[in-house]
Structure formats: C-alpha cells, structure tokens
C-alpha cells in the first residue's frame, strides 16, 4: 500500500467521528470476549493504558480548568454560581433515588431468588461531621498526588478567590499584570489539555477495544443473567432518570431545547463513561463536550463539571436505592418507609464524599447494608454484575452533569445557543434567547 493510500484511508477513517469508533470497539470487543473468554485476557493492558493516560489528566484538567473558570467569576457571583450547581445536584440526585425506591418496590427485583455465599468486608457510614472535614485537605500537594478530588477542587477554589480578591482589591500594577499573565498563561495550559485530550481518545478506540474483550472474556455474559431483575430495574430507573430528569424537565423544560441536540453533545462523554465506568476519568471528554459541543462558558463547566465528578452520584443513588430493597427481598423482608426514607438520606450524603472510579459502588452498598441490618453477602452476590451496573450508572452520572452544567449556564447568561450543537437545531421550547435576568 503506497503512503497516499494510507494516508487517504486515514483521513477516511478520522472523518468517522470519534463516538462511533469508540461504540464499534465496544461491540467488536464484547463479542471477542465472548467468543474467546479468558484467553482475551492478554489484551488488558492495551485497556489498562488507556485507562492510565485518562487518569493522568484528571488532576492537571481539574486545576486548570477550574481554577481558569473561577477567575472568570466575580467572588460575589461565584457564590450564586455555586448555589446554583450544588443546588441543582443535591435535587437530582433527591430525585435519582426517589425513582429508584419507587421501581424496586414496582417490579420487586430479588423475590424469589436465593442468597449464595459471598464474603464483603463491613464499613462503618461516615457521619456527617466526618463527610465534610475529609473535604479540606490536611496537606494539597499530597491530595493532587493521591487524587482525592474533592480536596483538590476545595484548595483550587479556595485558591482562586483568594486570588480574585488580590486582583480586585490590590492598588499594585506590578502584582496585577503578574496576575493577568499567570491566568493567560494557565488558560493556554487549558487548551493544551484539551488537545492532548482529544490525542488520548484517538487511542481509546484500541483501549476500549481491549478493556470489553478483557472484562467480557473473564466474566462472561452469563454473569448478568441470574441478576437480570436487579440490572433490569435499575436500568429502567436510569432511563427515567435521563429521559424524564435530564432531557425532559431539564433541558426541554428549563433550559428551553431541544433535548436531541443535547444528546448530540453529550453523546462523546456518555459513550466514555459507559465504556471505562469512571466518571472521574471521563471528565476530560466530559469538558471538551461541555465547551466544543454545548457551547456552554468556562466559568460554569469549569467549576461544575469536576465538582459533579465526585459530587454528583445520580446513577450511585439509583444503584443503592434499588440494591437495598433486592437484598432485603433476598433474604425475605421487606424494608418500611422509615428505612426508605433512610436509604434515600444516606444515598444523598454518601454521593457527595465518593470517589466518582469504578468499585465505588460497592463500597457505598455496603454501607447501605450495614445500616439496614441487611446481610453484607449480598454485595458479592452483587459483585458479578457490577460491571453492567457501574456501566449505565457512570453514563448517568455524566449526563446529570451536563444537564446541570447546561441550565445552570442558562440561568447565568454562560452559553450560546447560536454555537455548538444548538445551531444545527431550530428547536427552541420557549421560543425565545436567555436574557441576564433570567
């Protein structure tokens, strides 16, 4: 093949976008798993690598974006922009686990199934007091290095106010122009991430290739059949949860648009965050939709997108809310409206101190468990299909944020419908632009 063929076929197979190739690898290495099974093993690490380039981003993306983000933001509407997104992810993830509870208790999953044996490691739930001092890092330089988010993002914050409030108040031109130049100079750091960003999913068409041959070849498709109920349900609340929450009240409701054309932008961190089960790790791709596909300004993304990645578990509270009344149907019980009522405050709390990576959601179900009273052997009984179930959970959890990000840049006059995904839609539900007061 001459380097003009190559080079053409390349181009050809660039044209496809990025979504498509990475849905194609999926399938084709679900089905290589399948076929094959444990012996496709061997390509975990092409998996693991692309699992490590998107973790090594997430940190460096955080700061930058975030802290660029706030610069933008006055101290005062920092406040009000802040209300909003943690406003609006405390109600939906309220919500997430409302649903859930009320399609456990419709469709019963767990009845008439029989408990195996399986061992899980018990945990205490964190108390409140607990939940909140873990969010301020004893030292910043060791939470970056460790990865715990939600101290990175509390120093960054802390950080860039102290930094605006410098910049508006000081009388010195020296310290303001060095202040100018630092924000120029991480702004460009940005744009720097988000290409590297892009170079990271041009390698996870091979990634996710590897990491469904690997995680379908070792467990096999047969493991979610037994728990077909528990996947079936949640699955249904997820899809509530997005096509009612998200799309419908959200984006058509609020934000006045067309909920395809939000789909069309998200559809890149969706796909992501399906295929790797980490909403943390999809926040690159999370951030490049936000601002190439939804048009939506840096100072709302910014702060909202890597708060939502570890803040905002909507797919984490359906999991356990449906999770807890299957265990209870499991061993024959039935949970009161007291304890419902308990799982969905402990569903909210724990959403806000989890880490947004694969696994999470088991050790939040045995927390769940240990409250109730409820035999922790469920959580490995679990355990097989946890995979499936993180899966569609992730992909909630990131279009949540979105959705979030989306309105709150409406209400705060930070997104241009005439960009992005919206000029390619004449849908417009309320027939009119966001002004500044809306």
Known sequence: ???SAVRSAWRRYRSIPIVYRIAVAFVLGSILGAVVGPRATVLQPFGDLFLRLLEMLIVPIVIFTLFTGMQRLSPARLGRV???VVGLYIVTTTIAGAIGLALANLFAPGAGLTLTEAAADSAQPPSLVDVFLGIVPENPIAAMAEGDLLSVIFFVIVFAVGFALVRETTDDEHIRERIDGLGTTIEAGTQALFKIVWGVMEYGVIGVFALMAASIGTAGLDAVLPLAALVGTIAAAITVQIIVVYL???VAGLVGRSPIAFLSGAKDAMVTAF????SSATLPVTMANAEERLAIDERIYGFSLPL???ANMDGAAIRMAVTAVFAANLVGTSLALTEQVTVLAIAVLLSIGTAGVPGAGLIMLTVILNQLGLPLAVVGFVAGVDPILGRIA?????TGDLAVSTL???WENAIDFSGGVWADSSTDVTDRRPSAGD
Not at 275 to 278: G, K, L, N
């Open 82 to 84: 802040g209300g909003i």
């Open 1 to 3: 093949m001459t380097d």
């Open 275 to 278: 295929s790797i089960r980490s």
């Open 248 to 250: 419908g009240v959200i």
């Open 394 to 398: 992730t992909m909630n959890n990131v």
């Open 408 to 410: 709150a840049a409406k």
């Open 308 to 310: 939502g990645s570890t």
